[in-house]
Nanobody, 124 residues
Framework: QVQLVESGGGLVQPGGSLRLSCAAS????????VAWFRQAPGKQREGISC????????NYADSVKGRFTISRDNAKNTVYLHVNSLNTEDTGVYYC?????????????????WGQGTQVTVSS
């Protein structure tokens, strides 16, 4: 069973960038499709990006397309989310999640392993 730990969140000004990391333990991450979700205050958790096991296929929500990039380093057992051109609407808790099934979807119910989240706050 895989355990996931997110890191890299913080306070950033509008227009800024961060690199979020999702480190896995307990299992080899290249057996899993991995996704990033976020939950803004008072809103439901939404899927924003996913990457297949090999890294060849990625998917993005329209709200982040062109600004966020997901990648993975299977040798380091880590998936990254590079977040650029941040705005205040990107504020929230960012979670990584994993599933052993092949998927390119961002449906929360597809993913059965979750990290505890890392806070991203965009504010001037």
């Amino acid at each position: 069973q895989v355990q996931l730990v997110e890191s890299g969140g913080g306070l950033v000004q509008p227009g800024g960038s961060l690199r979020l990391s999702c480190a896995a333990s307990g299992s080899t991450l290249n057996l899993y499709t991995v996704a990033w979700f976020r939950q803004a205050p008072g809103k439901q958790r939404e899927g924003i990006s996913c990457i297949t096991r090999s890294g060849r296929i990625t998917n993005y929500a329209d709200s982040v397309k062109g600004r966020f990039t997901i990648s993975r380093d299977n040798a380091k057992n880590t998936v990254y989310l590079h977040v650029n051109s941040l705005n205040t609407e990107d504020t929230g808790v960012y979670y990584c999640a994993a599933t052993q099934w092949f998927t390119t979807g961002l449906d929360r119910s597809t993913y059965n392993y979750w990290g505890q989240g890392t806070q991203v706050t965009v504010s001037s």
